[in-house]
Every structure is written in C-alpha cells, then in structure tokens.
C-alpha cells in the first residue's frame, strides 16, 4: 500500500512538473518583446516612427501576454484581434516598403513560436 501511494505521488508531481512546464513555454511563446533599436535599424525608421513604434509595439506585446493566460479558444481569438491591431497602427506608421518588412517579420516571429494558424 505503501509503494502505491509513493508510486501515485511522484506520478502526480511529475504531471504537475509538465503542466507547469508546459504552461512555462505557453506563456514564453507570447512574450513579443523585441530590441526596439533593433527593429528600428531593421525598418529604417525615423526619429518620430521609433517612438509611435515602440508605443504600439509596447500595447501589442502586452495584449500578447493577455491572450495567454485564457483557454485555447479565446486566447486564439485574442491573438488574432491583438495582431490585427497591431497591424492597423503600424500602417499609419510605417511606409509600404517598411510595412511589407515588418509582416514579413511578425509573421516570421508568429510562425516560430507556433502561433500563427
């Protein structure tokens, strides 16, 4: 009786491990923070983009790591509203060489941490 609750207990924490693992990297595929100077050199920007930038890049990472923390159905529809956003403001921003860059590379980011369906 002994070793089967032994043996039920260290099953229990070992499904707790993954689960807390597992929703470790959950949250870690949402985290969209990225070097703003980075992406600035990246598109090019000017001194009046990097900051309209980095404020809608601040609004879309932190909708990001909202959307993480619901179930699988909201989070997905969540993601696809802050993304949508995202885009929207980045087009008043940026020029159409810059906006054809930066899709290529939020869609590039999306699709390496698995989120874009």
Do not use: C, P
Request: hydrophobic share 50%; aromatic share 6%; net charge negative.
């Amino acid at each position: 009786m002994i070793l089967t609750m032994v043996a039920m207990l260290s099953m229990t924490m070992a499904f707790a491990e993954n689960e807390n693992a597992a929703s470790v990297n959950n949250v870690e595929a949402y985290d969209m923070s990225v070097n703003i100077v980075k992406l600035s050199e990246a598109l090019a920007l000017n001194a009046d983009q990097v900051e309209a930038v980095k404020e809608i890049h601040h609004t879309f990472a932190a909708e990001m790591l909202f959307a993480a923390q619901y179930n699988k159905d909201e989070r997905d529809a969540r993601v696809n509203e802050a993304v949508t956003k995202d885009i929207k403001w980045m087009r008043y921003v940026l020029n159409e060489k810059q906006m054809h860059k930066y899709l290529m590379l939020l869609n590039a980011t999306l699709n390496n941490r698995g989120l874009n369906k």
